[in-house]
């Protein structure tokens, strides 16, 4: 037992480190597509089930929208960029350069805004990833999604949880200047992608 803790530990330093220098990227990346009012760092890297990750960031009973990329195949993953109903209008509001609305229908140009967001920040940790592992990954185009957190992470995180019962989370910090945001990245690479990220350093 003491064995399979110290590799599980092991394992998520290895991905600790190679996650935190894809955070800073995106958060580069992030910098320039805000005008440089939003910036992220990594927190810690963590495995959890399922359950526990929507009671840690209470997304059971909330309204979260979505932003998923995936890259398919055996080295593969999902990248899930979560915002609660404000900061999610909020964003999209700053981006569009308009009052933030109140409709509670998004607007096609509201969910383009977040799907470009979602698709600079995943490509941002793809892109990394892909200079280490030395190969390419071609992410999905973005898909916005709205439900309640514990549907659509059910839904978003169906194939990898085929293989594995717990979720990869990496918790990140968003800041606006100095107030911190209520936004969420759930990485998900698969078994496959772990091995070869701990093969390669």
């Known amino acids: 037992m003491e064995t399979a803790t110290k590799n599980s530990v092991d394992r998520l330093q290895v991905l600790h480190g190679i996650l935190s ?3 800073e990227e995106a958060s580069t990346a992030m910098g320039t597509w805000t005008g440089g009012s939003i910036t992220l760092s990594l927190d810690c890297v963590r495995e959890l089930p399922l359950e ?3 009671q840690e960031f209470d997304l059971g009973m909330e309204l ?8 398919g195949g055996d080295v ?7 915002f609660d109903e404000e900061n ?5 509001a700053s981006l569009l350069k308009q009052e933030v609305s109140n409709d509670i229908a998004w607007s096609e140009l509201e969910e383009s ?3 470009e967001t979602g698709n600079i920040l995943g490509c941002a940790y793809f892109n990394r990833i892909a200079r280490l592992v030395g190969g390419e990954f071609v992410p999905s185009p973005p898909t916005f999604l709205q ?10 995180l169906m194939e990898q949880l085929q293989d594995s019962s717990d979720v990869l989370i990496c918790q ?3 800041l606006q200047g100095r107030e911190k945001l209520n936004w969420n990245i759930l990485f998900v690479p698969h078994s496959h992608m772990q091995n070869v990220l701990r093969a390669s350093l």
């Open 88 to 92: 999610g209008r909020r964003l999209a």
């Open 113 to 115: 805004a977040l799907k």
């Open 76 to 82: 593969g993953g999902t990248f899930i960029l979560t």
């Open 64 to 71: 979260l929208s979505m932003v998923v990329l995936t890259i």
């Open 21 to 23: 220098e894809a955070t």
């Open 172 to 174: 990140t910090t968003f």
């Open 52 to 54: 526990q990750v929507t």
């Open 147 to 156: 439900d309640y957190g514990i549907c659509v992470l059910q839904q978003a």
